[in-house]
Structures are given as C-alpha cells and as structure tokens.
C-alpha cells in the first residue's frame, strides 16, 4: 500500500515518484548466489496432519542426497554430477544443472522432528514431516 | 457465419495447454544429436515423444504422490503439472531410429544422423 500524503507534490515530483515506482518494480536485482529460482526446485504444501516438501531432483543418486532436520529447518543437499559428452562434441544447448547444491526451507514449529520419511521418485524427493498431535486442529463441543 | 465457427473450433483445439519449459542439454558429434531434458514428477508412461515431419515434441505430465486429504499449497515452482518442448530437426536426422531413455526424470535422446549424412573421410592422395 502507498501511503499518501496530505499534502501532495507538485505533478512533476508525483510523475518523477511514479517513474522511480516503475523503476524499481521493473528493476530485476539478482541475489548474489545468482537466480533466486535454484536447483533443486520445490513445492511445499500442508495439510492439517503434515507438511509436505516436494524437491524436483532429476537425475540425482538418491543416496548421495543429504536431508537434514535441525531445529525446524530442512536443508537438502547434495551432488548432481554432469553427464559426459560424446567425445568432440559441439555443445549447442547446455541449460541442465550440474554440482553441489543446496536448499533451505524453515518449517513451521508444530512440526513432529521424529516424524519424517523421505522417498525419492521419478526425480522428485518427497518428504513429509508430521505436526505434532496437540496441535491438530480439535473440534471443541459446547457445553 | 458458419466458417467463422468452424474457424474458431479448430484455433480451441490447436491451443494447447499452458505448461512449463523444461531445461535441456543438446550435444551434437559426428554420428548424431544427443539430448537430455529434466522432467521431475513424470512417470514413465505420462512421457509423450513425438516426432512428425521435422518437429519433436517432448511433453510430459507430472504426477505427485499427493497426500490422501488433499494438501494446501504453501510455495510452489512447478507451477504447472505439465512439461512441454518443441524441437526442430534438421533434415539429415533419422528420426525413424530415434532412441529414448528415461531415468529419475532425466530423458536422454539420441538421434542419429542418416547414413549419407555421416561424415566420410576423404583420402587425400599426392601426385
């Protein structure tokens, strides 16, 4: 929301505030670990009894994936080794992710840290972490 | 007025669903193009490889083992369930031996060049 003042600017300052707008809403800053959008990508959902996590890994050894749950954060890491070129090959499109990453996503703080299960499918991790008994939601009846 | 109709029935069924480009390496040697394409979340038989005349499309459809009661999306980046990429071949590509691997959500095709396509080497002799 734009706050607005009582008082307004002359149309030229309000034009020159409006362009500064645009600038900054158009202005495309990367982060300094380079696209926000990382490897693996992931979803993340809930449902009242869970939290799912969904990692798009494709092509990763899942063995070599590293899932970490420490004090409501999960971090995925682990090593996507790039595939071997023909020899004398002429590489025309190279987009796929190759080397070490790693992602961090913060969980809400009902979740249950005993209660996880991992499984890696079609190139997808799924983990799914539980939410602790007591804070599932209860019906509470009317005396 | 029926023309028109009938104009605006093939456009609805030309318009394909919207859906996410998946990320490719293409590498090309003297016998062929070798290409990989990420597709995470499809099984193998909701992969769909098609060539017709010199366009290949890759298309595959990503199924989740979703929990039972349904699930709220929270953050998402696959944001569609659907993988699409059209490729155009070059005429001395053999689509007709084509070979597809897929593993882990990881295609690899290769297309191998026709065989009066394939380089020669051409013995240079010395007078």
């Known amino acids: 929301m734009n ?3 009582l008082f307004p600017r002359d149309m030229f300052a309000e034009l020159d505030r409006l362009q500064r707008e645009m600038q900054q809403a158009f202005e495309w800053s990367p982060s300094i670990r380079g696209l926000t959008r990382g490897y693996p990508a992931m979803n993340v959902g809930s449902t009242p009894r869970s939290v799912e996590i969904y990692a ?8 070599s994936i590293e899932v970490q749950l420490e004090q409501g954060v999960l971090t995925i890491a682990g090593e996507r080794k790039p595939v071997e070129a023909p020899e004398k090959a002429t590489v025309h499109i190279d987009e796929r992710f190759s080397g070490r990453f790693r992602r961090v996503v913060t969980l809400p703080d009902d979740i249950d840290p005993q209660a996880v299960t991992a499984r890696y499918s079609d190139g997808v991790l799924h983990i799914s972490v539980q939410r602790r008994e007591a804070a599932q939601p209860r019906r509470i009846s009317i005396q | ?15 394909e669903e919207p859906a996410l480009m998946p990320p490719v390496d293409v590498y090309e040697d003297a016998g062929g193009i070798t290409l990989y394409a990420d597709l995470p979340g499809v099984p193998k038989d909701r992969l769909a490889l ?4 010199d366009t290949l499309t890759i298309e595959g459809e990503v199924a989740l083992d979703l929990p039972e009661e349904g699930m709220e999306p929270t953050h998402a980046e696959v944001s569609l369930p659907r993988y699409r990429r059209v490729f155009t071949l070059s005429k001395e590509l053999d689509s007709e031996k084509v070979e597809a691997e897929f593993d882990q959500g990881v295609l690899r095709l290769r297309i191998p060049k026709a065989e009066h396509a394939q380089p020669r080497r051409i013995e240079v002799k010395v007078a």
């Open chain 1, 3 to 5: 706050y607005r003042t």
């Open chain 1, 56 to 63: 798009f890994a494709p092509g990763v050894d899942p063995a």
């Open chain 2, 50 to 53: 098609e060539i017709e005349a």
């Open chain 2, 1 to 15: 007025m029926n023309d028109t109709t009938a104009m605006a029935k093939q456009a609805d069924v030309t318009r």
